[in-house]
């Protein structure tokens, strides 16, 4: 069964940067595009970055320039690296892991996995 | 950015009640939408894709159904392990949105 764990919320300054962790097992990792999607406190679910297995990336426009996407196929882990944070940042984080590589690549990418969420606070 | 709108945001119900939430899109998605379960603390749960078909293990008392911009999800008997926020989501493009959650609560 799938597994993925996510880490690295915590408290941090308005203006700081935050690196998440999102470690996956009990699938082919590699194969498989992955996403972050947070969660503002009380509030629904906003997608916030792609990455596909060949390493194609997308993102929401108000974290572009903010937020790196990344992968490390040989660890089987994700990261989202967050810059300027703002209290509009804080929220839980969860990694989402696509069911069909090929549906992904095709523009429709369906979220069937998720972690266990990381809370982000962005407060001074 | 497709824009998702959910109604009603909240509806009170009692077990046993057949209950059903609407989702609109702002253009058409065919049919690339999914339905989630979400409660208290924990990560959304994949209920419907495709607009209507059930994923695996769901019970069946779930079902979805429409195309294009307009869909809806049913519960024909509400227990009291539904009693959750739903979301749906459009999955057409790179950019996938989520509707803003409708709370189903204990009548």
């Known amino acids: 069964e799938a597994q993925l764990v996510d880490s690295g919320g915590g408290l941090v300054k308005p203006g700081g940067s935050l690196r998440l962790s999102c470690a996956a097992s009990?699938?082919?990792?590699?194969?498989?595009?992955m996403n972050w999607v947070r969660q503002a406190p009380g509030l629904g679910l906003e997608w916030v970055a792609s990455?596909?297995?060949?390493?194609?990336?997308y993102y929401k426009d108000s974290v572009k320039g903010r937020f790196t996407i990344s992968r490390d196929n040989a660890n089987n882990s994700l990261y989202l690296q967050m810059n300027s944070l703002s209290a509009e940042d804080t929220a839980v984080y969860y990694c989402?892991?696509?069911?069909?590589?090929?549906?992904?690549?095709?523009?429709?990418?369906?979220?069937?996995?998720w972690g266990q969420g990381t809370l982000v606070t962005v407060s001074s | 950015d497709i824009q998702m709108t959910q109604s009603p945001s909240t509806l009170s119900a009692f077990v046993g009640d057949r209950i059903t939430i609407t989702c609109r899109a702002s253009q058409s998605i065919n049919t690339w939408l999914a339905w989630f379960q979400q409660k208290p603390g924990k990560a959304p749960k994949l209920l419907i894709y495709k607009a209507s078909t059930l994923d695996s293990g769901v019970p069946l008392r779930f079902s979805g159904s429409g195309s294009g911009t307009e869909f809806t999800l049913t519960i024909s008997s509400l227990q009291s392990d539904d009693f959750a926020t739903y979301y749906c989501q459009q999955y057409t493009n790179y950019y996938p949105t989520f509707g803003q959650g409708t709370k189903v609560e204990i009548k």
């Open positions: 009990g699938f082919t990792f590699s194969k498989i595009t």
């Open positions: 989402a892991r696509v069911r069909w590589e090929a549906q992904a690549a095709a523009g429709n990418p369906l979220f069937d996995w």
């Open positions: 990455i596909s297995s060949g390493g194609f990336v």
